[in-house]
């Protein structure tokens, strides 16, 4: 009996370890969050100012297809954009023939369109899968989707102020998680766009669309991603006003109507969405799904 329950438990042990990304502890400390040379002012980016963090992990890298297939079939849960019908998809890795039948609807962006049958399981559209992509970080997930991950797995979202101070890295006042040059000695730090968007991807970083997770290297703090690939929800609600006042563990405003996405994409380039450093922010409603859309998960205590 005891060999049994030994053995039992042993395989317990190594289905988790399988299905759980390995964390990070993060040293709480004191940062300088945001940033009085901001790239975009108007998305709130500054002023600078001083803000604790206690202690916590983070996953050290995006949740990905994988994982969240995992989660979808221990639990049947359904993803809001499947239960929408249709998600944003943008227009460069659409198929002639989806792409054909679609009206456009995003005036300021009109690389965005909105495609039936587009959700996590099918991120290029309803002719795509990710049969092939198991290991790139699961797209098309709303807040809630990402919420409702995170809790299963014993987690949450980030704070804001943690993602930030967890993509510097330990470094003070730089751009990106790495430093302030973009390719230090020639070399690609993170999936981004390169050449002209939205109408040509030169993909001299290897990547068209999203790449496999840890595909570029690490942060100080072991963190990989945390710019490019894909975008990040964080618990937070979005504001573009911050006191300036030194903060504790600040969790944004209690409520408002768009949520705080960080890090930008493998869509974002310097001419139109110099969003790939770590002060950079953006906002999508909580229900908002998209082809470059995603997250990672934090908690208090290791698993
Ligand atoms: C989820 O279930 C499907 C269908 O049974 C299976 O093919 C797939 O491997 C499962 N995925 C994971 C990550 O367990
Ligand atoms: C997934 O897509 C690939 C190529 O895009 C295709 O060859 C394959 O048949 C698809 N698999 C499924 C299960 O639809
Ligand atoms: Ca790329
Ligand atoms: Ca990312």
Same mark, same amino acid.
């Given at each position: 009996?005891?060999?049994?329950?030994?053995?039992?438990?042993?395989?317990?042990?190594?289905?988790?370890?399988?299905?759980?990304?390995?964390?990070?502890?993060?040293?709480?400390?004191?940062?300088?969050?945001?940033?009085?040379?901001?790239?975009?002012?108007?998305?709130?980016?500054?002023?600078?100012?001083?803000?604790?963090?206690?202690?916590?992990?983070?996953?050290?890298?995006?949740?990905?297809?994988?994982?969240?297939?995992?989660?979808?079939?221990?639990?049947?849960?359904?993803?809001?954009?499947?239960?929408?019908?249709?998600?944003?998809?943008?227009?460069?890795?659409?198929?002639?023939?989806?792409?054909?039948?679609?009206?456009?609807?995003?005036?300021?962006?009109?690389?965005?369109?909105?495609?039936?049958?587009?959700?996590? /399981?099918?991120?290029?559209?309803?002719?795509?899968?990710?049969?092939?992509?198991?290991?790139?970080?699961?797209?098309?997930?709303?807040?809630?989707?990402?919420?409702?991950? =995170?809790?299963?797995?014993? /987690? /949450?979202?980030?704070?804001?102020?943690?993602?930030?101070?967890? =993509?510097?890295?330990?470094?003070?006042?730089?751009?990106?998680?790495?430093?302030?040059?973009?390719?230090?000695?020639?070399?690609?730090?993170?999936?981004?766009?390169?050449?002209?968007?939205?109408?040509?991807?030169?993909?001299?970083?290897?990547?068209?669309?999203?790449?496999?997770?840890?595909?570029?290297?690490?942060?100080?703090?072991?963190?990989?991603?945390?710019?490019?690939?894909?975008?990040?929800?964080?618990?937070?609600?979005?504001?573009?006003?911050?006191?300036?006042?030194?903060?504790?563990?600040?969790?944004?405003?209690?409520?408002?109507?768009?949520?705080?996405?960080?890090?930008?994409?493998?869509? =974002?380039?310097?001419?139109?969405?110099?969003?790939?450093? =770590?002060?950079?922010?953006?906002?999508?409603?909580?229900?908002?799904?998209?082809?470059?859309?995603?997250?990672?998960?934090?908690?208090?205590?290791? /698993?």
């Amino acid at each position: 009996g005891c060999i049994h329950w030994t053995a039992w438990l042993l395989v317990k042990k190594l289905k988790k370890l399988i299905s759980c990304t390995q964390m990070v502890l993060i040293s709480g400390g004191e940062f300088l969050m945001g940033t009085d040379n901001p790239g975009i002012p108007a998305d709130g980016e500054g002023p600078q100012r001083l803000v604790h963090v206690d202690s916590f992990y983070m996953d050290i890298q995006e949740v990905t297809n994988q994982q969240f297939q995992s989660f979808v079939n221990a639990t049947g849960y359904i993803s809001e954009a499947e239960k929408f019908g249709d998600s944003f998809v943008f227009e460069g890795i659409l198929s002639e023939s989806v792409k054909n039948q679609i009206t456009q609807a995003v005036a300021a962006a009109p690389w965005w369109l909105p495609v039936k049958g587009a959700n996590w /399981r099918h991120p290029d559209g309803p002719d795509s899968n990710i049969t092939d992509r198991l290991d790139h970080p699961v797209l098309h997930v709303s807040w809630a989707d990402a919420f409702t991950y =995170c809790t299963w797995a014993n /987690r /949450r979202l980030p704070t804001e102020a943690e993602w930030e101070y967890a =993509c510097r890295g330990g470094l003070e006042d730089r751009l990106y998680p790495w430093g302030n040059k973009l390719n230090p000695k020639g070399q690609h730090y993170a999936n981004l766009w390169q050449g002209d968007f939205p109408n040509h991807n030169s993909a001299e970083d290897g990547y068209i669309k999203t790449s496999p997770v840890m595909s570029f290297p690490a942060n100080g703090f072991g963190l990989y991603d945390m710019v490019g690939n894909a975008w990040e929800w964080t618990s937070d609600w979005w504001t573009v006003h911050h006191t300036t006042d030194p903060q504790h563990n600040p969790t944004g405003p209690p409520s408002g109507t768009d949520k705080v996405k960080k890090g930008g994409s493998y869509m =974002c380039h310097k001419s139109y969405c110099y969003r790939y450093r =770590c002060a950079a922010r953006s906002q999508n409603t909580p229900d908002s799904a998209a082809s470059n859309l995603g997250f990672r998960c934090v908690s208090q205590g290791h /698993r």
